[in-house]
């Protein structure tokens, strides 16, 4: 596929998505509350029967057959060590808002500099250090999303995983001086104007064996894992020049538009953000921010009309959750956010395929030909001869 050259558009994600009829979001209507509730039991807990299941037949997905169970266990383990920093710093994100390590307030960030920017800021100054400290705290591409309230969530759902009567608290924008968190509200203070968004490249080989397998799973954790380590580090970088810092993961708000918002890549017919350089093999996060920073603006490199022919991912998908039809405004079902021109995908049968299969899917993720650009590797080898890059180009 021909390399794209991209336009920098003078429009943000809600006039490219036409949606001055979208309202904000609510978590409690997020793909895994809602097969929760279809379910009658948290949907984790069938998951994780399913993929036991599929373990003792030697299997670790939906068709995806290994040797042993001796070797089924060895891909286990590794997923175990895949999530493990993504479990600690608040699974990805969603119903954590102001939990844990996603806390809303300084963790180690030396008093005298809480709260206590230096006089006359420059954004520009600011936006660039800002950018190169989250690249070295583990970000793969960083931008920068002037905050449209649109994107973020309307209430958080603190038991989405549950298949009860969800609980929730409103998430409200407010004069105060510093975020906070009441009985029934999280207040985010009216300055918070920007959103610095992370991309994490996914494992393009791991997310190629499948369609849904353990290993899939294992590349999307270590994405979730490398983004819970780095927004809460940023977090606390931005809190030590004296400025608010929300650390959200996938919570708080709606990635992909403010990835779009960022510059960072564009909506792709599989639902996902595609971008110029790991094309749709990516995991977004963001961390929301008073820092007076310089907004990117969003690109536009043919993905819209390539998609128009493409189809590829909408083949691909084993349950038909990728329509092969116009873009449109109507979701098929209330997983996604109505009012958007845009390909809508079924979250339900998304997340049902992967509960199914004991495993996850990253199928229309690797058969997208703005990953397989990116990427050589036609004729993956195993999880265990592939080739691991060296951080740094440290020899050992
Ligand atoms: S939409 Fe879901 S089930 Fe379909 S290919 Fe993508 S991840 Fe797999
Ligand atoms: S596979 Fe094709 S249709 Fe699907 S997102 Fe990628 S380019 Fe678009």
């Known amino acids: 596929m021909a390399k794209r050259k991209a336009r920098v558009l003078e429009k943000g994600a809600e006039e490219i998505y036409e949606g001055d009829r979208l309202k904000r979001f609510s978590e409690r209507n997020i ?25 003792k037949r030697a299997q670790i997905g ?14 286990i383990a590794l997923w175990v060590g895949a999530t493990t920093w993504n479990r600690l710093t608040m699974p990805y994100g969603e119903g954590h808002e102001n939990e844990g390590f996603l806390t809303w307030n300084p963790i ?30 583990g970000a793969s591409r960083v931008g920068i999303a002037q905050l449209n309230r649109k994107w973020v969530y309307e209430e958080t759902c603190r038991n989405i995983y549950a298949p009860d009567t969800p609980v929730t608290k409103k998430i409200v ?51 979730y894992s490398r983004m819970g380590l780095t927004d809460v580090a940023l977090a606390e970088a931005i809190r030590a020049f004296g400025y608010t810092a929300i650390p959200c993961k996938n ?10 918002d960022a510059g960072l890549g564009q909506l792709g017919r599989n639902g996902l953000l595609i971008t110029p350089e790991f094309g749709a093999c990516v995991r977004i996060s963001k961390v929301l921010t008073n820092m007076p920073l310089v907004p990117d603006k ?41 009012g958007a021109l845009k390909w809508y995908i079924d979250g339900k049968k998304c997340l049902n395929y992967w509960i199914d299969s004991g495993a996850s899917c990253t199928a229309c993720q690797a058969a997208c030909p703005f990953t397989q650009s990116r990427y050589e590797v036609l004729d993956p080898p195993t999880v265990w001869e592939m080739d691991v890059p060296v951080p740094y180009g440290i020899e050992t």
């Open 173 to 223: 924008f407010r004069e105060v001086p510093a975020p906070e968190e009441t009985e029934t509200e999280l207040v985010i203070p009216e300055d918070v104007r920007y959103a610095v968004v992370s991309i994490f490249d996914v494992n393009r080989t791991l997310a190629s064996i499948g369609s849904s397998s353990i290993d899939t799973s294992v590349a999307t954790n270590i994405g």
């Open 62 to 75: 939906d068709k995806v057959h290994v040797k042993d169970v001796r070797e089924a266990r060895a891909h």
């Open 251 to 260: 919570g708080t708000g709606l990635s992909i538009p403010l990835a779009i």
């Open 31 to 55: 793909a895994f509350k809602k097969v929760s509730e279809d379910l009658g039991q948290p949907w984790f807990e069938v998951w994780l029967k399913n993929m036991l299941g599929q373990y």
């Open 298 to 338: 969003p690109i536009d490199f043919g993905v819209t009309e390539f998609c128009e022919n493409c189809m590829r991912c909408a083949k691909t998908c084993e349950v038909e959750a990728i329509t092969l039809g116009e873009r449109t405004t109507e979701p098929p079902v209330e997983t996604g956010n109505p």
């Open 108 to 137: 180690n960030v030396p008093p005298p500099f809480r709260g206590d920017p230096e006089p006359d800021p420059d954004p520009a100054d600011l936006t660039k250090k800002i950018k190169q400290i989250a690249r070295l705290l």
